[in-house]
């Protein structure tokens, strides 16, 4: 998976344009065309073991970074309208409530957590390779690699806390919704 970077504080009134431009290369991308990410997955190339990245086999979104997201009075809308908007995931240091992170996860966007500060700015793009695996092994480490626009790939260490089985499969279906209407079928 590929995110382009949006870091959140309070306020940022052009976060839901850039989301909504990062959804729309998604849309190109199912389309068949990635021609405007061709030097984004050149750099993908780059990194060892990844050299044969399929562009059309990578899902890009939106993620949102928050120190500690979670503890405001608008937990349940904050998640469900980033995923709306084409978010697949938060990363933070911790989350505030469990209800905000359960949130995350029932709108099917990941988790992420890292220790160390970010080295990512907005429009960076993070790169995450194996995310099933991870997602399959909950509480390990893994990496990501931070795009940046001028600068070297920079490499950072993300983790997920303790998943459920029914989180992980929710995750994997793309919400709660997709999960309920796949156990009826």
Known sequence: MVWRSLPLSRRDPG??????????LENQRLAGNVSELTEVFARIKQIAGQEHIDPLQTEIGSMVYAVKPGDGSAREQAASCQRVIGGLANIAEEYATKRYRSNVINWGMLPLQMAEAPTFEVGDYIYIPGIKAALDNPGTTFKGYVIHEDAPVTEITLYMESLTAEEREIIKAGSLINFNKNRQM
Do not use: F, L
């Open 15 to 24: 976060y839901v344009g850039r989301s909504k431009a990062t959804a729309e």
